[in-house]
């Protein structure tokens, strides 16, 4: 009993205490600033590592930029070279108004190379792919689109296809038209009258026109065996020049 | 301002609400830490980990009177100075006797304010010092005491009764201190 009292007596003495007694110091400030210092920071450390993250965001994005911009331009490059080295060996290319801009300015004759001259004749002008031309890969790059509207655009092959099939792009012709009242459509062919002459010498020109498309085709034929070194024979085996 | 609506305002984080309540029990708790603590440097340190735990404990306290809020902070501190006992001092290496009976002196009572018997308690090494604290003033059992140190009940109790003994020491030496100082 003794005890308890006096444990009871100890403990609401020091538990009392609302002062410090004579040799005991606090420094109560120094403890304050110390847990300020904790306690405020986390928003300017949650801020910090936002700031952190997007910085090191915008350096990856930078790098990987400045990584994949010169690759581009190599194969761009590289496009450009596949289409000079084709130029030089004697293959047909595509032309543009553009390319005989700048390669032969003293030519104004901006129209386009018929399909049996480029079969025959060796191009003597240097040739640039058109900038209109975006493509990366030769084999799937397809002609979308040719600066200027006269030339035809509908063409889908693959670049290369176009110059190991001897395809050419040819200028479209203008078209003219004139404007007309319907009613002054049907008094215009009424008026038009063909004699006997006109309709021979008409269907001369369309056998002649007949005649130089085969000639095209056998002159094409020819070279594509001079080319691809295979000579057709009559019994139908294809010979290469070894044998 | 009430205790509740101080307790509100540092839920939100709010920093002068967190002052406000710092000053409001920095010194009793200090006091709590000092009785554990050999130095005021060690107190101080202990003090602010105590209170950062309380700031970031108090999202999760539920507020029912101030008196349980009052034990829930010297209960934080308690711990935090037993954990730093623990660090420091091996109670294992405390011998265990048996306890001794201790004639307890009627007058202590008359004798001794407040002041004295906390800088008395102070004055005593640290393993006494941690048992009486505990068992005396917080109240723990000898079994709680002994969880709580890593120590077995009769060490506790054997530890008990040598810093009661000691106390008792001290006050003598305290008295006739005073005496002669009167003189």
Same mark, same amino acid.
């Given at each position: 009993?003794?005890?308890?009292?006096?444990?009871?007596?100890?403990?609401?003495?020091?538990?009392?205490?609302?002062?410090?007694?004579?040799?005991?110091?606090?420094?109560?400030?120094?403890?304050?600033?110390?847990?300020?210092?904790?306690?405020?920071?986390?928003?300017?450390?949650?801020?910090?590592?936002?700031?952190?993250?997007?910085?090191?965001?915008?350096?990856?994005?930078?790098?990987?930029?400045?990584?994949?911009?010169?690759? /581009?331009?190599?194969?761009?490059? &590289? $496009? =450009?070279?596949? !289409?000079? %080295? +084709?130029?030089?060996?004697?293959?047909?290319?595509?032309?543009?108004?553009?390319?005989?801009?700048?390669?032969?300015?003293?030519?104004?004759?901006?129209?386009?190379?018929?399909?049996?001259?480029?079969?025959?004749?060796?191009?003597?002008?240097?040739?640039?792919?058109?900038?209109?031309?975006?493509?990366?890969?030769? /084999?799937?790059?397809?002609?979308? &689109? $040719? =600066?200027?509207? !006269?030339? %035809? +655009?509908?063409?889908?092959?693959?670049?290369?296809?176009?110059?190991?099939?001897?395809?050419?792009?040819?200028?479209?012709?203008?078209?003219?038209?004139?404007?007309?009242?319907?009613?002054?459509?049907?008094?215009?062919?009424?008026?038009?009258?063909?004699?006997?002459?006109?309709?021979?010498?008409?269907?001369?020109?369309?056998?002649?026109?007949?005649?130089?498309? =085969?000639?095209?085709?056998?002159? +094409?034929?020819?070279?594509?065996?001079?080319?691809?070194?295979?000579?057709?024979?009559?019994?139908?085996?294809?010979?290469?020049?070894?044998? | 301002?009430?205790?509740?609506?101080?307790?509100?305002?540092?839920?939100?984080?709010?920093?002068?609400?967190?002052?406000?309540?710092?000053?409001?029990?920095?010194?009793?708790?200090?006091?709590?830490?000092?009785?554990?603590?050999?130095?005021?440097?060690?107190?101080?340190?202990?003090?602010?980990?105590?209170?950062?735990?309380?700031?970031?404990?108090?999202?999760?306290?539920?507020?029912?009177?101030?008196?349980?809020?009052?034990?829930?902070?010297?209960?934080?501190?308690?711990?935090?100075?037993?954990?730093?006992?623990?660090?420091?001092?091996?109670?294992?290496?405390?011998?265990?006797?048996?306890?001794?009976?201790?004639?307890?002196?009627?007058?202590?009572?008359?004798?001794?304010?407040?002041?004295?018997?906390?800088?008395?308690?102070?004055?005593?090494?640290?393993?006494?010092?941690?048992?009486?604290?505990?068992?005396?003033?917080?109240?723990?059992?000898?079994?709680?005491?002994?969880?709580?140190?890593?120590?077995?009940?009769?060490?506790?109790?054997?530890?008990?009764?040598?810093?009661?003994?000691?106390?008792?020491?001290?006050?003598?030496?305290?008295?006739?201190?005073?005496?002669?100082?009167?003189?």
């Amino acid at each position: 009993m003794k005890t308890e009292k006096q444990n009871n007596f100890i403990k609401e003495s020091v538990t009392g205490l609302q002062k410090l007694p004579t040799g005991f110091t606090f420094n109560s400030t120094a403890v304050w600033q110390q847990l300020e210092n904790e306690l405020q920071p986390k928003h300017k450390r949650r801020w910090f590592v936002f700031f952190m993250a997007a910085a090191v965001l915008l350096l990856i994005a930078a790098s990987v930029f400045l990584l994949f911009q010169p690759k /581009n331009n190599i194969k761009q490059q &590289q $496009l =450009q070279a596949s !289409n000079l %080295s +084709t130029a030089n060996s004697n293959k047909p290319t595509i032309k543009s108004n553009k390319a005989e801009k700048n390669f032969n300015s003293n030519n104004t004759n901006k129209t386009i190379e018929t399909t049996k001259k480029h079969v025959t004749d060796k191009p003597d002008i240097e040739i640039k792919k058109p900038d209109s031309i975006i493509g990366i890969d030769e /084999n799937k790059a397809t002609v979308l &689109q $040719l =600066q200027e509207p !006269n030339i %035809s +655009t509908n063409i889908t092959m693959p670049i290369n296809n176009i110059l190991k099939n001897n395809v050419t792009i040819q200028k479209q012709k203008v078209q003219r038209f004139k404007i007309m009242h319907l009613n002054e459509i049907d008094n215009n062919i009424t008026t038009v009258q063909l004699t006997k002459t006109e309709i021979k010498q008409l269907t001369e020109f369309q056998q002649n026109l007949q005649i130089e498309k =085969q000639t095209q085709q056998q002159a +094409t034929e020819n070279v594509k065996q001079i080319l691809f070194f295979k000579i057709k024979t009559t019994n139908g085996n294809t010979l290469t020049d070894n044998q | 301002m009430e205790l509740q609506q101080l307790l509100k305002e540092c839920k939100k984080q709010s920093i002068t609400a967190q002052k406000y309540l710092y000053d409001r029990f920095a010194v009793q708790l200090y006091l709590v830490c000092r009785r554990y603590l050999k130095t005021n440097e060690q107190a101080e340190e202990i003090l602010h980990n105590g209170f950062l735990k309380i700031f970031t404990g108090l999202l999760q306290f539920n507020y029912t009177t101030d008196a349980a809020f009052i034990a829930w902070l010297n209960k934080i501190m308690i711990n935090e100075c037993l954990m730093d006992l623990r660090k420091k001092n091996n109670f294992l290496l405390v011998t265990e006797d048996e306890a001794e009976n201790i004639i307890v002196d009627e007058l202590i009572e008359n004798k001794l304010n407040a002041d004295t018997i906390y800088t008395l308690i102070t004055q005593l090494p640290i393993g006494y010092r941690t048992v009486f604290n505990l068992y005396c003033i917080e109240g723990y059992s000898h079994n709680e005491i002994a969880i709580a140190l890593n120590i077995s009940g009769g060490t506790s109790k054997s530890q008990l009764n040598k810093a009661r003994k000691m106390l008792q020491q001290l006050i003598v030496n305290n008295e006739s201190y005073e005496n002669r100082k009167a003189k």
